[in-house]
């Protein structure tokens, strides 16, 4: 009988209605019982997160990590000026992404979301990616000249017509992609997207490991005639290129899904919610990929390309927070757009921000406990020079994932704006810092920019939400966590100057990840205790 009152009770609050069940030992405090229920929900809603991060994020994942195994085999082909050059316009490329989407993907899970217009948001949003992208690819081819002088790439004019042109069929890319998301299609999306990384990295080994064979054997060939050892660069782009476009043709379905109706009406009311996330995201671009560029204007360095490809090829060792931090943004959008009007929302977004703190915390100690195995993902060693600045990118790239938790704020409350802002704030610090110190100090001074760009924008943007969208985060703990994994890698870091011996040291490391893995489960056993696997294992 009380089995079957509290399974009453349950339903009942998760409906929202009020109850009052006696039970055999006398009535349930409403405080319990609703404590009962919210975590019960909370952690409902923390599972679908967890399964949209894990198919359309894995899938991220795996995309992006074939795509970076490409990073030793390119840094054995090519020289550090070379991988400079290369770095630079891929620096360029996920600038000016921003600038043909313009928002519009965010748009698209905001407006989506009202049933009775799905079809014209669909459709608007569709048409205008259409014309605009049309124009700006344009622009691009007509002044390729000047913006490759802009990148230090003067004599490579042809860089920049690949580079259009990939980022043109990026953009018609990208709704078709979040259609899948808001779709529910996890398993068309991670097949196109790891098979477009599979065709690049196929078309990369066969451009610069193939035809190289094949002409050197047989120069009369038509790969011996017309392959140029010389254009490594534009070949990598090609390939990129290809995988772009198939990609592109492998979602012709979901993007052309959508009827030659322009709804002004909704344009002119999406525009002013989607522009203001343009200046987020070139801000956040200048914080992201400029600080190579900058380099390049200012650095003082005896060969600059040389320095960009050190900083570029050691800025890759921040992959595995990288990687988790895209692949919680890919699964976390559309999720907390949904959550928002929960009863629970708030409560559930603090939580969400306490898994992945932990989760991200875990993840520094494992790149710099055992930074001696990471460095070979780069071949020759004199990329290893850069080594210093890879802690500093990953505590930047933590505070960047605390970030994208704490944006919902202005963009459930419809305050774009604000972000642009936060962003703007954070691209003037990348701007000062690089400035100020690239001439004496080089690639350090952009890994410190990039440091103090993020942490300023976490601050103001947990300042300034909790005045908008109060967030019960439990902040002082998070905090406690971060400052306990920087305390491991220094006293790591401390013994291992000691000189041991490698095996010494990795025995430590493991040691010291086993000590806070450790920790965490004790602080927070009764958290993971209700998960399904793990919980059975904790006591």
Not at 364 to 389: Q, T
Not at 465 to 489: M, N, S
Not at 528 to 533: A, K, L, N, V
Request: net charge positive.
């Amino acid at each position: 009988m009380q089995a079957k009152n509290i399974k009453t009770m349950v339903c009942s609050t998760a409906c929202g209605q009020d109850f009052n069940i006696p039970l055999a030992s006398g009535r349930i405090p409403r405080r319990f019982s609703v404590t009962f229920v919210e975590i019960n929900i909370l952690l409902s809603g923390i599972k679908q997160l967890a399964g949209q991060t894990m198919w359309y994020g894995v899938s991220s994942i795996a995309a992006r990590f074939l795509n970076y195994l490409l990073t030793p085999y390119i840094t054995t082909v090519l020289f550090t000026a070379e991988y400079g050059e290369m770095s630079l316009v891929y620096s360029f490329i996920p600038f000016l992404n921003i600038i043909f989407t313009y928002g519009l993907e965010t748009a698209f899970f905001r407006y989506i979301q009202k049933s009775d217009t799905r079809e014209d948001v669909y459709s608007t949003i569709t048409i205008s990616l259409i014309a605009s992208t049309i124009s700006f690819t344009a622009l691009l081819l007509i002044f390729r000249g000047p913006l490759a002088d802009l990148i230090s790439l003067k004599n490579h004019t042809e860089y920049i017509t690949w580079a259009a042109f990939i980022i043109a069929f990026d953009a018609l890319s990208t709704i078709g992609f979040a259609r899948l998301r808001q779709d529910g299609r996890p398993i068309k999306f991670a097949a196109i997207r790891i098979a477009g990384i599979l065709i690049n990295i196929g078309l990369v080994i066969f451009f610069l490991s193939v035809c190289p064979a094949i002409a050197k054997k047989n120069p009369n060939s038509f790969i011996g005639v017309f392959y140029k050892k010389e254009n490594l660069i534009t070949y990598i782009l090609l390939a990129n290129l290809a995988q772009a476009v198939i990609s592109f043709l492998l979602l012709y379905r979901e993007f052309f899904n959508f009827k030659w109706k322009f709804n002004f009406a909704l344009w002119k009311e999406i525009m002013p919610y989607s522009l203001p996330l343009v200046i987020a995201g070139l801000g956040g671009m200048i914080n992201e990929t400029m600080d190579r560029i900058m380099l390049g204007w200012w650095s003082t360095a005896a060969d600059p390309l040389s320095e960009i490809g050190v900083y570029s090829a050691c800025y890759k060792l921040a992959i595995l927070i990288s990687l988790f931090v895209q692949a919680f943004r890919l699964g976390a959008e559309p999720f907390f757009f949904k959550q928002a009007s929960g009863e629970n929302a708030q409560r559930t977004y603090a939580r969400v921000m306490k898994f992945f703190v932990i989760a991200v915390s875990g993840m520094f100690l494992v790149v710099m406990l055992y930074l001696d195995i990471w460095k070979h993902f780069l071949r020759k060693p004199e990329y290893w020079e850069g080594l210093s600045v890879v802690p500093i990118l990953l505590f930047a790239n933590i505070f960047l994932g605390i970030y994208y938790n704490l944006s919902i704020w202005y963009k459930l409350s419809n305050k774009t704006g604000k972000g642009a802002t936060i962003t703007l704030i954070g691209a003037a610090i990348t701007i000062l810092v690089n400035y100020l110190f690239i001439p004496s100090y080089g690639y350090m001074a952009c890994a410190w920019a990039t440091f103090f760009c993020y942490g300023t924008m976490m601050v103001l943007s947990f300042t300034w939400g909790q005045k908008v969208y109060p967030i019960p985060y439990a902040w002082k703990k998070l905090l406690a966590y971060l400052i306990i994994v920087l305390l491991i890698f220094w006293v790591y870091r401390l013994i291992s100057l000691i000189g041991m011996g490698d095996v010494v040291n990795f025995a430590i490391a493991t040691l010291l990840l086993g000590a806070y893995a450790w920790f965490i489960l004790r602080v927070e056993r009764k958290e993971f205790q209700r998960f399904p696997i793990i919980g059975k294992f904790i006591k």
